[in-house]
């Protein structure tokens, strides 16, 4: 019995080393795929394991020397090859939208479900990223500032072939449209569909950088796609764009402290009409007499 107690508290710490290992695994493939970086780790894995298994089996020492010595230069190598997908990941830890509401997020929702059926009805292109974590003035090229609100007659305007300001994508902050004709990184996929043009490329590539929801409108058919972390749906209806944008834009912003601590004091005083009341009466006597 003394032996199974013992032997049990020496195999916990190996259990819980696998543990850490098999979540961090997991999410590190998560995290890149689908996007760019996806192919490199999937070829490099491939390789690196053959080579050792090829290694170990016929007992090669000089490779297996060669190949340690080599996962000295990973950390570089990991660092150069994935840097887009890791300033991303960086940034969604360091930046939080502090001032964002659920009732906020819907709003903005609302619109550019809007504004994407206005424009796919009459087959009028579009490009609007939905800015969260990430800041998104170091991922354009250019931009023209508007700081004007978020609408759909608004965004139909902006999107109006020739118009001054059409081409290009639009960036909403929270609830302004901060920027116009701004141009989107494009991705260096290899793998997508020859038949995407420079609109949904740039979709892809804006939110292979950022955390940015890129929703883009085809001028050619007016279908509706959108790239979120350096994934592409192409042609969903409103209905499924809705559902997701409700599970990405209103998810973080129930989560965020600033925006539950705002709507519970809204839902404290409409519940407790005692704390209006008392307002209203303060203001009332310090109005002036007339």
Request: hydrophobic share 50%.
């Amino acid at each position: 019995m003394q032996e199974l107690i013992k032997h049990l508290e020496n195999a916990w710490r190996p259990a819980l080393e696998i543990l850490i290992l098999t979540v961090g695994i997991y999410y590190v493939f998560r995290f890149v795929r689908g996007t760019r970086g996806a192919p490199v780790v999937t070829g490099f894995l491939v390789v690196f394991l053959t080579s050792l298994i090829f290694t170990r089996v016929l007992d090669l020492q000089v490779l297996r020397w060669i190949l340690g010595a080599f996962s000295a230069f990973l950390a570089v190598a990991v660092v150069v090859i994935f840097q887009p997908e890791l300033r991303r990941m960086l940034a969604e830890l360091g930046n939080l939208p502090l001032f964002a509401t659920a009732g906020e997020q819907r709003e903005n929702i609302e619109v550019i479900i809007q504004t994407c059926e206005r424009l796919a009805d009459v087959k009028i292109g579009a490009l609007i990223a939905i800015e969260q974590s990430i800041q998104l003035q170091e991922a354009v090229e250019s931009g023209i500032p508007v700081d004007c609100e978020a609408t759909p007659e608004m965004l139909e305007t902006i999107f109006f072939p020739n118009n001054a300001i059409h081409d290009g994508g639009v960036i909403i902050k929270r609830d302004p449209i901060a920027y116009a004709a701004c141009i989107f990184p494009l991705t260096q996929r290899q793998d997508l569909s020859k038949s995407l043009g420079t609109r949904h490329r740039a979709a892809i590539g804006l939110s292979e950088e950022t955390d940015a929801i890129v929703v883009a409108v085809s001028e050619e058919t007016g279908a509706v796609s959108y790239a979120y972390k350096g994934q592409f749906v192409k042609g969903v209806t409103l209905e499924a764009l809705r559902a997701f944008l409700t599970s990405v834009l209103v998810s973080n912003a129930k989560r965020n402290w600033l925006g539950w601590f705002r709507t519970v004091a809204k839902v404290r005083v409409q519940a407790n009409p005692a704390i209006t009341k008392t307002q209203s009466t303060q203001t009332t006597s310090t109005e002036p007499a007339k």
